[in-house]
Nanobody, 122 residues
Framework: QVQMVESGGGLVQAGGSLRLSCAAS????????MGWFRQTPGKEREFVAA????????DYAESVKGRFTISRDNAKNTVYLQMNSLRPEDTAVYYC???????????????WGQGTQVTVSS
């Protein structure tokens, strides 16, 4: 059974940092690109960042570019999202998923985790 478990969320003041982790179990995704998304109540889930299978290529939403960094450790079957200079508008539930096909931003993702809440206070 495939399971994606996100962790590392919490409450932080504006300007602070958090590091999210997404650990996969049940199978290896070392040959797949991975992505991070976020969602707030009443809004659609939005793309945050993605990384290629070997970490050689990344993409970021304009709203997080220069502040967030996505990385991965295939030996640990884990992808990370380092979030710096956090803003109240970054408050959301953050999810990771596996890119099965298509582009980073609009492709087909699957194996979603349960999400981790990030709350940024002003």
């Amino acid at each position: 059974q495939v399971q994606m478990v996100e962790s590392g969320g919490g409450l932080v003041q504006a300007g602070g940092s958090l590091r999210l982790s997404c650990a996969a179990s049940g199978r290896t995704f070392s040959r797949y690109a991975m992505g991070w998304f976020r969602q707030t109540p009443g809004k659609e889930r939005e793309f945050v960042a993605a990384i290629s299978w070997n970490g050689g290529s990344t993409d970021y939403a304009e709203s997080v570019k220069g502040r967030f960094t996505i990385s991965r450790d295939n030996a640990k079957n884990t992808v990370y999202l380092q979030m710096n200079s956090l803003r109240p508008e970054d408050t959301a539930v953050y999810y990771c998923a596996v890119l099965l096909s298509g582009s980073y931003r609009f492709g087909k993702y699957d194996y979603w985790g349960q999400g981790t809440q990030v709350t940024v206070s002003s």
